[in-house]
């Protein structure tokens, strides 16, 4: 039987300070099994000390996201197409921070992996194991 696992929260399982219940909910669990899944790995040469490398979908959303790490290997990866991309966090606040007219700030500088191929996506695919990448700036 092919059953997907839930997570199951009954009516009432937890309770304000206002003496309000919550109401039952069902939440559906992945599991991904590790077979079906792929691994990336990612190392950094560079001279900054603060910096947050961002998993994304070919869309454009973060899956992922790691700080001021120089090797990281990314696992249990839907075998999907992903982008990479590198924020340097002059600051250390751990978001991306825009220019400001103001106070004459320059927007944090980012950058994009790019294969020796000129490509900016990242194909994985079952049971496959990518990298190391190498993102140097």
Same mark, same amino acid.
Request: hydrophobic share 35%.
């Given at each position: 039987?092919?059953?997907?696992?839930?997570?199951?929260?009954?009516?009432?399982?937890?309770?304000?300070?206002?003496?309000?219940?919550?109401?039952?909910? !069902?939440?559906?669990?992945?599991?991904? +099994?590790?077979?079906?899944?792929?691994? /990336?790995? #990612?190392? %950094?040469?560079?001279?900054?000390?603060?910096?947050?490398?961002?998993?994304?979908?070919?869309?454009?959303?973060?899956?992922?996201?790691?700080?001021?790490? !120089?090797?990281?290997?990314?696992?249990? +990866?839907?075998?999907?197409?992903?982008? /990479?991309? #590198?924020? %340097?966090?002059?600051?250390?606040?751990?978001?991306?921070?825009?220019?400001?007219?103001?106070?004459?700030?320059?927007?944090?500088?980012?950058?994009?992996? !790019?294969?020796?191929?000129?490509?900016?996506?990242?194909?994985?695919?079952?049971?496959?194991?990518?990298?190391?990448?190498?993102?140097?700036?």
């Amino acid at each position: 039987e092919n059953s997907i696992p839930e997570l199951v929260f009954n009516k009432g399982f937890s309770i304000s300070l206002d003496n309000d219940s919550s109401k039952a909910e !069902k939440k559906a669990i992945k599991v991904s +099994l590790p077979e079906k899944t792929a691994t /990336l790995e #990612v190392q %950094v040469n560079t001279a900054e000390q603060y910096f947050i490398i961002q998993l994304l979908s070919s869309t454009g959303e973060v899956q992922q996201a790691v700080r001021n790490t !120089k090797t990281h290997v990314f696992k249990n +990866l839907d075998p999907v197409l992903y982008k /990479l991309r #590198v924020i %340097v966090d002059k600051n250390n606040n751990g978001i991306w921070d825009t220019a400001n007219i103001l106070t004459r700030t320059e927007p944090e500088p980012v950058q994009f992996y !790019k294969s020796l191929e000129g490509k900016y996506e990242i194909t994985t695919r079952e049971n496959s194991d990518i990298g190391p990448l190498i993102l140097t700036f």
